[in-house]
């Protein structure tokens, strides 16, 4: 028999290349896939060894893997903003934790336009309406959504609207093409 009472938490699993992402007290949102709804939340807690769950698909402290059956990584708790209905009890849902944020609006680029040199610095490659291109030297910062907030290392040099390159496709650099 299991008894439970109080409000609902949230047990996710982190995998191991975002555990260091994740502390304590960060804001989260909870989404239900089934329905759409969301709830806020904050990160209670984060377990400091790997956890995998039992064959029967219960996890090591005793919770329901809900239906997680594969999941594996660091079991965190997630405490929602708000009570969440009794609808939610059961559900797969998506949690998103906010790892960082910039104070405003910033500069993003393509996370694959960005591109390190042999002495460490990094730049984008602007591509100008004649075809030309120019390499601008720029500071990484904030990443997220496979994008990366970057700020030019000199006054105009990267703007926006501005095209960058993120890649060379192997028959257009053959025949002299930009990419």
């Known amino acids: 028999?299991?008894?439970?009472?109080?409000?609902?938490?949230?047990?996710?699993?982190?995998?191991?290349?975002?555990?260091?992402?994740?502390?304590?007290?960060?804001?989260?949102?909870?989404?239900?896939?089934?329905?759409?709804a969301t709830a806020p939340a904050c990160v209670r807690s984060i377990a400091t060894t790997r956890t995998a769950p039992r064959?029967?698909?219960?996890?090591?402290?005793?919770?329901?893997?809900?239906?997680?059956?594969?999941?594996?990584?660091?079991?965190?708790?997630?405490a929602p903003g708000r009570p969440l209905e009794a609808e939610w009890t059961g559900q797969n849902v998506r949690l998103t934790v906010l790892a960082a944020i910039t104070s405003g609006k910033v500069m993003v680029v393509p996370v694959t336009a960005v591109s390190a040199g042999a002495d460490g610095s990094t730049a984008v490659t602007v591509l100008e309406g004649d075809g030309r291109q120019r390499r601008v030297r720029v500071k990484p910062g904030t990443t997220g959504d496979g994008h990366v907030e970057v700020s030019p290392l000199g006054s105009g040099a990267l703007g926006e609207g501005d095209r960058v390159v993120t890649g060379v496709r192997a028959d257009a650099a053959t025949r002299g093409g930009t990419g």
């Open 1 to 36: 028999m299991t008894v439970a009472a109080g409000a609902l938490v949230v047990h996710g699993y982190v995998p191991d290349h975002q555990k260091g992402l994740i502390r304590t007290d960060q804001k989260a949102e909870i989404l239900s896939e089934i329905n759409g």
């Open 55 to 78: 064959p029967d698909g219960d996890t090591q402290d005793g919770q329901p893997a809900g239906g997680q059956a594969d999941a594996d990584g660091y079991l965190m708790t997630l």
